[in-house]
T-cell receptor, first 114, second 112 residues
């Protein structure tokens, strides 16, 4: 297995446009997480899926954000009407929901809103 | 709410030991983790410790946990230039959702 992958790696968009990111977790992992990381900070939790069910959402996830994991495999994170404050690195992680719940992270998608 | 704090910067000489410290506030924490992040990259899981353990050793890495003081440390023996990176402490808390609370990261600079 090649680990968690994310696409695209970089995205530059104009304010007001919609963007969608994709995450492919490690194949046998049933948990999938989205985090956001801004410069100089640690990652902040956005949302979490157990299989296809979205079980928790952070207050950081405004109405403009939506995440899906339709078949319990890959996930998408969409941001509508992007704002400059959305500029950040969006990180995806997956885990196997075992003791320790070790989360393995993808390389991230860096979003720049101009 | 839960919080995790780390010192921002540590500089050591190659071959010395590095000790990165972290404090957390959640007394119900179950697991605590150390991640490494190199420039422009995602996070690499280095090691983790269960809250009923005091110490865990994994090759050059030693994790010490003082649950009474809510203090976690990561010791890297024989630090190499390739260890230069940002190190994040993360707390799983008592949540069943896997939500990790991260510190702001410690930048480790290794001088040759």
């Amino acid at each position: 297995d090649t680990g968690v992958s994310q696409d695209p790696r970089h995205k530059i968009t104009k304010r007001g446009q919609n963007v969608t990111f994709r995450c492919d977790p490690i194949s046998e992992h049933n948990r999938l997480y989205w985090y956001r990381q801004t410069l100089g900070q640690g990652p902040e939790f956005l949302t979490y899926f157990q299989n296809e069910a979205q079980l928790e959402k952070s207050r950081l996830l405004s109405d403009r954000f939506s995440a899906e994991r339709p078949k319990g495999s890959f996930s998408t994170l969409e941001i509508q009407r992007t704002e400059q404050g959305d500029s950040a690195m969006y990180l995806c992680a997956s885990s196997l929901n075992t003791r320790g719940d070790e989360q393995y992270f993808g390389p991230g998608t860096r979003l720049t809103v101009t | 709410g839960e919080d995790v704090e780390q010192s921002l910067f540590l500089s050591v000489r190659e071959g010395d030991s590095s000790v990165i410290n972290c404090t957390y506030t959640d007394s119900s924490s179950t697991y605590l983790y150390w991640y490494k992040q190199e420039p422009g990259a995602g996070l690499q899981l280095l090691t983790y410790i269960f809250s009923n353990m005091d110490m865990k050793q994994d090759q050059r890495l030693t994790v010490l946990l003082n649950k009474k003081d809510k203090h976690l440390s990561l010791r890297i023996a024989d630090t190499q230039t390739g260890d230069s990176a940002i190190y994040f402490c993360a707390d799983l808390g008592s949540s069943n959702t896997g939500k990790l609370i991260f510190g702001q990261g410690t930048t480790l600079q290794v001088k040759p």
